[in-house]
């Protein structure tokens, strides 16, 4: 079963613009992850935030959590046709790491 | 350093058939997670080794097994395979912290592509 779910489940905007998505989950959690799929390939990672942290930066990223919400979202700034992928959160429940169904991005040129 | 290897990257089977997938982590690592992608389902928790210990595993009947080696080289197992298990499977390698709890990043192949006729 799924832990995390994402928001939207597909997203398309201009080159240049910001993307955000969202991702809620049910029980408590240690961290919370978020990676990138391009079409057919592996997961990359991209970013980790632990529970008690609620902010974090990585060059155009900015992920934030809020766990009395249970939720965190990805904000993408000046987004690149290289950004376009799937996104997906990630929790550990019962010592697993277990993933969202994941948002598509679609960057238009 | 190498990145996690999967092989075969593509292979189809027909129903009936088994089916044996391998996963070579990255040096060092110790621990393999194997997932299933399908488009319905999404990204799906099959199992987790560690030092050759099947430490978690998702839900899944039991024609979908696997082995960690020495080496931290593993593999799975599907047998008896059915249409529904035409999917991507993906393994992923990360260092055990904290005492074992795997709660830290994840290293993924490119996945093996599974096709069952």
């Known amino acids: 079963s799924q832990q995390g779910e994402e928001d939207p489940q597909a997203l398309s905007i201009q080159e240049g613009e910001n993307a955000t998505m969202n991702c809620s989950y049910k029980?408590?959690?240690?961290?919370l992850q978020w990676y990138r799929q391009n079409s057919g390939r592996g997961l990359v990672h991209l970013i980790l935030?632990?529970?008690?942290?609620r902010e974090k930066h990585s060059g155009r990223l900015r992920v934030t959590l809020d766990t009395s919400k249970k939720s965190s979202s990805l904000l993408i700034t000046a987004s690149r046709a290289a950004d376009t992928a799937s996104y997906f959160c990630?929790?550990?429940?019962?010592?697993?790491?277990?993933f969202g169904k994941g948002t598509r991005l679609h960057i238009l040129p | 350093k190498a990145g996690v290897t999967q092989t075969p990257r593509y292979l189809i089977k027909t129903r009936g058939q088994q089916v044996t997938l391998s996963c070579s982590p990255i040096?060092?690592?110790?621990?393999v997670s194997w997932y299933q992608q399908t488009p319905g389902q999404g990204l799906q928790f099959l199992f987790e080794?560690?030092?050759?210990?099947?430490?978690n595993k998702g839900n899944f009947p039991g024609r979908f097994s696997g082995r960690q080696f020495s080496n931290s080289r593993s593999e799975m197992n599907v047998s008896t395979l059915e249409l529904g298990d035409s999917a991507l499977y993906l393994c992923?390698?990360?260092?055990?912290?904290?005492?074992?709890?795997?709660?830290?990043?994840?290293?993924f192949g490119e996945g093996s592509r599974l096709t069952v006729l």
């Open positions: 992923a390698s990360s260092l055990a912290q904290r005492g074992g709890l795997n709660t830290g990043e994840l290293f």
């Open positions: 029980t408590s959690i240690n961290n």
């Open positions: 935030i632990r529970s008690n942290e």
């Open positions: 990630a929790t550990d429940r019962d010592d697993k790491i277990i």
């Open positions: 040096s060092g690592h110790r621990s």
């Open positions: 080794y560690f030092s050759e210990t099947q430490r």
